[in-house]
């Protein structure tokens, strides 16, 4: 569905056309047409370097996972109650 309504909202934009004298500051594809994207800002390397160095520490730390134990598997007994002997 994406997709499809990002095809057709391209094929609308090519499709626009209007008089060149005509001045359309509300037109939003004459002003991003007229708006092209600029390069990315640098990054700071040393600031990269230690976010990538603290993100591996912290993956690489291990995790608790509580696992309990399986007594709840064992079924509870289910002979009759003992005769106590008369000897």
Do not use: E, W
Request: glycine letters at 2%; hydrophobic letters at 50%.
């Amino acid at each position: 569905m994406c997709a499809l309504l990002f095809t057709v909202g391209l094929l609308l934009s090519s499709t626009h056309h209007h008089d060149l004298a005509d001045v359309k500051t509300d037109c939003v594809s004459c002003h991003a047409a007229g708006n092209p994207l600029s390069d990315l800002p640098p990054v700071n390397a040393v600031l990269m370097a230690v976010l990538l160095a603290v993100a591996y520490v912290l993956a690489r730390l291990p995790v608790y996972c509580f696992t309990p134990a399986p007594s709840y598997l064992i079924p509870a007994r289910q002979a009759p109650p003992a005769v106590p002997s008369l000897r």
